[in-house]
């Protein structure tokens, strides 16, 4: 039985936002946090950790996970069939697109060139071919979690305050659900600097939010976008990167000044139908 919300056409209200968070944050740092206070006894128990541990697979979903537990709480069984239908929501304006499939691979080669890096990350000795599986297997990772992310969160918090400061929300969480990584040995995370990490998360959430309202609310774009930001073609361009891409989120918040800082138009559902965006 689907829980009822205290706003009026919206199935979702803001009890679903809290759970959706305590919910994400529980699973993660539960995981991970055990291998970082106890790493010999949960290596003991349940193997070393690593990028392709089933553990690691449910610390990154955790937001997906707490996002269809939220949906269906809320809404049901329908819900979540309307909550998913927004995967179909394709249409968006040709500037987002050439900057998801273009732009962000651009600030990478940069970033990587500034370093003294190399256009494009190397390729093993077996060649593009394992390279190009990992890039499928990265699909059903990071951009899983814009289930949550933009899924749940974003349009709930644009209900009560304006697309960029929902966005800057969203990045500093995500950027804390990150924090346990960086002290895990044997993941991607240890050989990173926090803080431009950190930053980077609540550029990208901020850079993200127009594409997610120009389209509507659409999970499609966000999760494409999220892609993109771990496709293991592009080269390792920090904290360069980061830099590049905090010049570029100045630039576009300016030029969609008339819709980040108000909460007009923004999208507000959770889902489809139920509500819509404000007027």
Known sequence: ????????????????????????????????GSYVLWPEAMTARFGEISGAHPFF????????????????????????RGFLSRLLLWRCPAPWWAFILAGIPLVFMAGSLIKGGPLLAPLPPEGAGPVVMLMLM?????????????????????????????GAIIGTAWGLWHM?????A????????????????????????????????????????????INPFWPDAQPWDTWILIAVAVVV??????LMFRREGAVTEVIPGHGGAQP
């Open 186 to 229: 044997g993941v991607v995370f240890a050989e990173w600097s926090f803080l431009p990490f950190f930053l980077g998360n609540i550029v990208l959430a901020i850079l993200v939010t127009p594409i997610f309202n120009a389209a509507r609310g659409s999970l499609a774009l966000p999760m494409l976008f999220h892609w993109q930001l």
């Open 180 to 184: 346990p990584a960086f002290y895990l």
């Open 253 to 258: 918040v300016w030029w969609t000044r008339d």
């Open 138 to 166: 990265m699909l059903v990772l990071g951009p899983i979690e814009e289930f949550g992310w933009r899924g749940v969160a974003q349009p709930i918090l644009q209900r009560h305050v304006a697309p960029i400061w929902a």
């Open 57 to 80: 697979f449910l610390a990154t979903w955790a937001p997906a996970i707490a996002a269809f537990a939220v949906v269906l709480l809320w809404g049901g069984v329908a819900g979540l």
């Open 1 to 32: 039985m689907a829980v009822s919300s205290p706003f009026p056409d919206d199935p979702v209200g803001p009890g679903g936002l809290a759970a959706f968070f305590a919910v994400t944050f529980a699973i993660t740092w539960a995981i991970i």
